[in-house]
């Protein structure tokens, strides 16, 4: 199939109503979700899911995507506002956002926040969609072994960035890897760890995983501390920001930009790294690095062209490999794989229609981004209004309904209440509950991989070593562990 | 914290090779390579939790720190109440179930909860106890065509 033809199948697909209403919807749900502070960008993907299940594949997932890209952008909004971020990647946007909600300028902050967050997720769209289809067409000729590095590489990634520490992040995806081979066998179709009980054979049920491991921890914690969300809202003020500060700013959003999309095709580096790294980057080279976290505008753009950029570029990876390049994204496969779909190079071969469908859906999603930012930023007030302790009750609802749809099993429902109560544990001993979600995907191809290698090789483990593909992604591996290693340990010598 | 956390790890790791993997995990008797074996993976997984127990606790031995703390709350004794409270009405919401049906049961769940955490507005509380549920209601059963439980007492169209 010629580009055009890919480009017409897709147009298929997207050029309705429907889609632009789906895609319009997510962006809403997840500004919405994103700036309400408790509810993350990853919880709003979480419990939008479900509600994706009676529509057409292309519209569920862009519907998701749209909830992912106005979940990050909308997280922004408490930041600058309550000096709350309302996800984990709007962090660095507080450092200059809120004091200059503070001189009474959080409208000014705001627009620009707008302005860097649509640009950087256009720069991230385009780099998908320029780099994804030449990654698969690489990864068609990856056979088990090649896989099989490819995950375990994925894996230490994700285990030495995703917490405070590589311990904890470590154990975090051992604890997902243990969870994902409940079931059975997947080459002698034994049981393992189920007890006897049907309901435990075809695995734990990914959905109710990981609405459990990220939703339910949130109700807990409502539960333990009611009154722990209450912050003070700032005022937007007169000033907005102008085309000419947006100019000035524009290189630190371009390089930010490009900051994200490079960590966001990484898998597990996250967006909150990106929005740092960018902010530093952009201090370092500012004629104003004086003001640099006393109210600097130029330091909001770059934060949010950081945490943005990682939007598009987390779907590379995704869609190219079949690996999460985040956590949402991780979640982002529940959809996939609820209609039928495996995300892999293979997707380019067999579903070439959907991904084109994809690519321009997520072009249009930056313009939609713009408009319903805008309103959202003049709307935020009733947002933060809403009763934390009306709120949670609801998402605890909604969370009861959306894992039972799955498969109509209310086993599952139990099975999101225990994984509820294993998140908040994990909250409280300063485990991160991402390296877990992302192993627990990932788990079960890194086995089967390792396994129909071996039956390739007769037990051999050289078959693992086969090629410059596996050499390099073993490299990769042996090079990650050894940095994550040697910065632990100098954190920890910092730390005395 | 540190230390504590290695050390369950530890014995985490312990209890799955020497029993929860011998005795919860079948493999076929004829196998010939071990690493082919559905035991095989179980068993490593096991290995690694123990070094990444025993690294945490060399690790928490090594700082002075001792890890990371919590944010204190105001009334810990009443949060645990609290949470004691919420774990009951899992379980009792998942009892129910079946028998009430899910609208009926997710209602009192949703009343039971907000309060729990003492809502200053209960009025409005009540209000979206019963229209949340049933709106999920009407879109999962009739939108969706998932089949809600409707339990024994009073059945929805």
């Known amino acids: 199939m010629s580009l055009i033809d890919s480009v017409m199948a897709g ?3 997207v050029g309705n109503w429907e889609a632009f209403l789906s895609l319009a919807i997510g962006i809403v749900i997840g500004v919405v979700g994103g700036a309400i502070p408790g509810i993350s960008a990853t919880m709003a993907v979480a419990l939008a899911l479900p509600f994706t299940f009676p529509m057409e594949a292309i519209n569920g997932i862009l519907l998701l995507l749209g909830v992912y890209k106005g979940g990050i952008f909308g997280g922004s909004i408490p930041a600058i506002l309550i000096k709350t971020p309302g996800t984990p990647a709007s962090s660095a946007t507080i450092l200059d956002g809120h004091p200059m909600a503070e001189r009474g300028e959080a409208g000014r902050a705001l627009g620009m926040t707008l302005w ?14 320029f780099f994804a289809g030449f990654l698969a067409s690489f990864a068609l000729s990856f056979g088990p072994p090649e896989f099989f590095a490819l995950i375990l590489f994925s894996l230490t990634i994700i285990a ?4 405070e520490s590589l311990l904890r992040g470590a154990l975090s995806a051992l604890l997902g890897l243990l969870l994902a081979t409940i079931g059975l066998d997947l080459v002698y179709g034994t049981n393992r760890f189920t007890f006897g009980d049907p309901n435990l054979m075809g695995g734990l049920n990914f959905i109710a995983v990981l609405i459990g491991l990220f939703a339910i921890p949130e109700v807990i914690n409502m539960v333990w501390h009611p009154t722990g969300h209450v912050g003070k809202v700032q005022k937007l003020g007169s000033k907005w920001v102008t085309f000419a500060e947006y100019k000035r700013c524009f290189r630190s959003i371009i390089r930010g930009s490009f900051i994200g999309v490079f960590l966001g095709s990484i898998p597990g580096i996250g967006a909150a790294p990106a929005a740092f790294l960018s902010y530093s980057e952009a201090r370092r080279k500012s004629p104003n690095k004086a003001n640099f976290g006393k109210g600097e505008i130029e330091g909001v753009a770059a934060s949010e062209a950081g945490n943005n950029g990682v939007a598009g570029a987390t779907l590379i990876p995704l ?22 779909l495996q995300p892999g190079p293979m997707m380019f071969v067999l579903n070439v229609d959907i991904i084109y469908g994809l690519f321009i859906g997520l072009i249009l999603s930056s313009g939609i981004l713009f408009v319903v930012g805008g309103l959202a930023i003049r709307g935020f007030r009733p947002v933060a209004d809403i009763p934390k302790r009306i709120l949670m009750p609801m998402v605890l609802v909604l969370c009861i309904y959306g894992v039972f749809a799955v498969n109509n099993n209310i086993f599952d429902v139990g099975v999101m209440f225990v994984m509820g109560w294993i998140g908040f544990v994990m909250g409280r001993l300063h485990i991160p509950p991402a390296p877990f979600l992302i192993a627990f995907i990932l788990g079960p191809l890194l086995e089967d991989n390792f396994r129909q290698a071996m039956l390739m090789s007769g037990g051999s483990p050289d078959i693992l070593l086969r090629g410059p593909i596996t ?26 | 914290m ?22 919860w995990v079948s493999s076929p008797s004829n196998v010939g390579n071990i690493v082919l074996s559905p035991l095989f993976w179980p068993y490593i997984l ?36 609290r949470l004691a409270g919420f774990a009951v009405l899992m379980v009792a919401t998942f009892r129910a179930m079946p028998h009430l049906g899910m609208v009926w049961t997710s209602m009192l769940a949703f009343v039971a909860l907000a309060f729990l955490v003492k809502t200053r507005h209960p009025a409005a509380a ?32």
């Open chain 1, 11 to 13: 147009l298929s697909l």
């Open chain 1, 116 to 129: 860097a967050s649509c640009t950087a997720d256009f720069v991230s769209n385009l780099a998908l969609i």
């Open chain 1, 160 to 163: 030495g960035v995703s917490g």
């Open chain 2, 46 to 81: 096991g290995a690694l939790t123990g070094l990444v127990g025993l690294g945490l606790v060399l690790s928490g031995w090594r700082t002075a720190q001792g890890g990371p703390v919590n944010e204190p709350i105001p009334d810990p004794r009443a949060g645990a109440i």
């Open chain 2, 2 to 23: 540190q230390v504590r956390l290695g050390i369950g790890a530890i014995l985490v790791a312990i209890f799955l090779v020497i029993h929860a993997i011998p005795n």
């Open chain 1, 319 to 340: 869609l190219a490999l079949g690996v999460p390049g985040d956590v949402i994204t991780a979640i982002i496969i529940g959809a996939f794989m609820v209609h039928g």
């Open chain 1, 471 to 496: 050499w390099f992604f073993w490299a990769l591996t042996v090079i990650s562990i050894v940095a994550i290693t040697r910065g632990t340990l100098r954190a920890g010598r910092a730390k005395g």
């Open chain 2, 126 to 157: 009540v209000i979206c106890a019963v229209v949340v549920p049933l709106i999920l209601y009407a879109f999962f059963a009739h939108v969706a065509s998932v089949a809600i439980p409707q339990g024994d007492l009073v059945r929805l169209p």
